[in-house]
C-alpha cells in the first residue's frame, strides 16, 4: 500500500512541476514563451535577429469592443505566430500588445525575415477582417535589431527603439536597427 501511495503522491509532484514551469516560462493567454522566458534565453545565445512587433491602436479594441474581443485577436495572432513559424524563432508575448520573435539561425537571410513579415502583416489584416476589424484603425509597428557586437539584452533595446519609430511611420510598418537609432 505504501509503494502506491508513494508513487501516486510522485506522479502529483510531477505533475505539478510541470504545471509550474508551464506558467514561469509561458503566457497563460496566448501560450506563447513569456517575457522571462526570452530574457533567460537570450543569455545563452551569442546571435541573433529580435523582432519586436507592437499591434498599434491594440487598446481601442479592448476599450470599446470589450477584453472578450481583444483577447480573441491577441490568441489569433499567436496562433498564426505557431502555426507559420517556419523560420524556428522563439516566439513570446512581451506584454500586453507586444511580442518579440528570436531569430538564432544563422542560415536565415535578412531577406527570407522582411518575406516573413511581409507575409506576416497580409495574415494579420486577414486576422482583423476574420475578427470584423478590418475597418479599424489596428496594423503592426516591427522594429528588427541583429545581434552578434552586443548583448540580446541590448537587442531588445535596439528593437524596441526601432519599432517605435516605426509606430510614429504609420500603421504595418518596419524599421530595422541602426547604430544611429541609439538614444542615450
Known sequence: MSIVFFLLRY????QEKDYLYEKLTHDSLTHLYSRSYLLEALN??????????????????N????????????????D??????????????????????????????????????DTLIDQFRTILMNNDLSNSTIGLSIGMATFHD?????????????????????NNKIVVHDDGMVRK
Do not use: W
Open 80 to 117: 498564426y505566430l505557431l502555426q507559420y513559424n517556419s523560420m524556428n524563432f522563439l516566439p513570446c508575448r512581451y506584454g500586453g500588445d507586444e511580442f518579440v520573435l528570436l531569430i538564432s539561425e544563422d542560415s536565415i537571410t535578412s531577406l527570407q525575415i522582411h518575406d516573413f513579415l
Open 44 to 61: 545563452h545565445i551569442e546571435r541573433g535577429t529580435l523582432l519586436f512587433i507592437d499591434l498599434n491602436n491594440f487598446k481601442v479594441v
Open 150 to 170: 552586443y548583448n540580446g539584452n541590448d537587442a531588445i533595446i535596439h528593437a524596441d527603439l526601432a519599432m517605435y519609430d516605426a509606430k510614429k511611420a504609420g
Open 63 to 78: 476599450d470599446q469592443l470589450g477584453h472578450v474581443v481583444g483577447d480573441q485577436l491577441l490568441l489569433d495572432f499567436s
Open 11 to 14: 506522479k502529483k509532484v510531477l
